[in-house]
Structures are given as C-alpha cells and as structure tokens.
C-alpha cells in the first residue's frame, strides 16, 4: 500500500525558515516522482515543487518559491524534503506531498498528475 506522510509544518515568523518531511512506503521510491502541493484557505491546490525519479535529480519549483524554497530527497530513507526560506504570509497553506509512478522521468505538474497523496502539514507565516 502506497503511504505518504508529511510533516514539520508549524507558526513562523515572516523571513523565518521550516522543512517539511515526506516519508514514503509502500513503493519503489526510486520510480516514482514526488511533488509537493500547497492549498491556501479559499483557493485552489498548487503545485510547489517536484523532484524526479530515478535518481535523476531534476527538479522543479513554481514561480513564487524559486530561489526560496528546496526540494531534496534521501533515497535510503524514502524522503523527500521540502526546505523553505524566506517565508512570507503568502506561504501559509497546508502543504501536502503527492507521488506518481514515472519510471521515465516526466516529471508531472499539476494536481491531476499525481494519483497518490499524503495528508497535508500545515504551514503558518505569521506577519
């Protein structure tokens, strides 16, 4: 059974920093791309950042996190991480991490493109 765990939201300080965990079980880590989602109150889920399978180490970042945030992954410990600096009231959200299976490395963005998903951590910035 494919599980996704999230974890190490909290309450920070604008300009403050939080890493958010994904432990993943269940699955071939290695084949599958991990993606990290945010949903705002009142709006739709976004797509954050993701990182490939395959130890391919490609990543990906939207817009408003590039040069903010980092994706990263331990492939013995089937994590993927999320580090987030410079945060701002605008990153408040409940951060969740999704996974696809991409042998190939596509690298999938949006919330359609992932099939499995976590339960969300939720991230406060506080102004």
């Known amino acids: 059974e494919v599980q996704l765990q999230a974890y190490g939201g909290g309450l920070v300080q604008a300009g403050g920093s939080l890493r958010l965990s994904c432990a993943a079980s269940g699955f071939i880590f290695d084949d599958y791309t991990i993606g990290w989602f945010r949903q705002a109150p009142g709006k739709e889920r976004e797509g954050v950042s993701y990182?490939?399978?395959?130890?391919?180490?490609?990543?990906y970042y939207a817009d408003s996190v590039k040069g903010r945030f980092t994706i990263s992954s331990d492939n013995v410990k089937d994590t993927v991480y999320l580090q987030m600096n410079s945060l701002k009231p605008e990153d408040t959200a409940v951060y969740y991490c999704?996974?696809?299976?991409?042998?190939?490395?596509?690298?999938?963005?949006?919330?359609?493109?992932?099939?499995?998903w976590g339960q969300g951590t939720l991230v406060t910035v506080s102004s």
């Open positions: 999704a996974a696809v299976y991409d042998p190939r490395s596509k690298i999938p963005t949006g919330v359609r493109g992932y099939n499995y």
């Open positions: 990182i490939s399978s395959n130890n391919d180490g490609s990543t």
